[in-house]
C-alpha cells in the first residue's frame, strides 16, 4: 500500500524518555509512566495499560473557588503506562517547561496537559473588578515540570517593557510576575451612547517586566451572567 499519508512525517514519534513531546504542530503525546494531568476530551488515542479519571474537587479550598469562578471545562488524571494522544479543535499546541520559582498565568481555555508535578491555583485578574464579562479569573502555576497550552494560529511573544494591552479572549498566557488589570479601550461619548461600538471596549493591561502570549483569534466571550460569565474559562481547572 502506497500514500504520501504514510510517510515520516506522519508516523508515529518514538522516544526512550517519558514524558511531553511534540507529535506534530496540533497533536502533544504524552509517553506516561505514572500520572499526567489532561483537558477532558482531549484524548483523541491511546495504546497501553492507561487510566482516566475525572477529578473532584480537589479540597474544600478548591470547591469554594470553583463556586465563584464559575463552571468550565474540568481536567481527568492520566495514570499508568502507555501512550496516550491529545489534541483539542486542531489547535496548534506548545510546550512549555518550568523551573523551581518560575510562574505562569494561563487562560484555562488554553490548557491541554501538564505534568503533576506542577501545582495551580485560582487567580482573579487584579483590577478586574466587573468591568468585563471576559474571564476574570485565571490560573497560575508553579513548580517543576511541563505544562502543553494551545493557541488558535501562531501566536507572537510580547516583551513588556512598557505599558501593555491585550483583548483579553486573545491573552494565551503571561508572566505571573506582571502587574494586570483591565483597561477602557473604547471611548465613552455620543456614538457609545447610540449603540455604537468598537468591538474592543475593554483590554488587559500589563505592566512591569515579562511577557505576554497573545493568538491571532479570539476565544468567544463566556456565555452566562455573573459569576459563571466572569470565570467559566478557568473553572474546571478548580476540580
Request: proline share 4%; net charge negative; hydrophobic share 40%.
Amino acid at each position: 500500500m502506497r500514500s504520501a499519508l504514510f510517510s515520516a512525517e506522519n508516523l508515529e514519534k518514538e522516544s526512550q524518555q517519558p514524558g511531553m513531546r511534540l507529535q506534530n504542530s496540533k497533536m502533544l503525546k504524552i509517553e506516561l509512566n505514572g500520572e499526567a494531568m489532561a483537558r477532558v476530551g482531549s484524548m483523541v488515542a491511546y495504546q497501553g495499560q492507561v487510566q482516566f479519571q475525572a477529578l473532584g474537587s480537589g479540597g474544600i479550598g478548591k470547591f469554594i473557588k470553583q463556586r465563584l469562578t464559575g463552571e468550565g471545562v474540568p481536567l481527568m488524571k492520566l495514570s499508568g503506562q502507555g501512550d496516550v494522544f491529545l489534541a483539542e479543535l486542531a489547535k496548534d499546541v506548545h510546550i512549555i517547561d518550568l523551573e523551581p520559582g518560575d510562574a505562569l498565568s494561563i487562560n484555562g481555555s488554553s490548557v491541554l496537559a501538564f505534568d503533576a508535578t506542577l501545582q495551580y491555583d485560582i487567580k482573579m485578574v487584579g483590577g478586574a473588578g466587573m468591568a468585563s464579562s471576559s474571564g476574570l479569573f485565571n490560573c497560575v502555576f508553579t513548580g517543576h515540570g511541563r505544562i502543553a497550552i494551545t493557541t488558535k494560529g501562531t501566536p507572537v511573544v510580547l516583551n513588556v517593557d512598557q505599558p501593555t494591552y491585550v483583548d483579553p479572549q486573545a491573552t494565551v498566557c503571561w508572566s505571573a510576575s506582571l502587574q494586570t488589570g483591565y483597561h477602557r479601550a473604547e471611548q465613552l461619548g455620543l456614538g457609545t451612547l447610540l449603540g455604537r461600538s468598537t468591538g474592543e471596549a475593554f483590554t488587559m493591561s500589563f505592566a512591569g517586566q515579562g511577557f505576554v502570549v497573545v493568538q491571532p483569534s479570539e476565544e468567544p466571550p463566556v456565555q452566562g451572567s455573573g459569576a459563571q460569565q466572569q470565570g467559566g474559562l478557568l473553572g474546571g481547572l478548580l476540580q
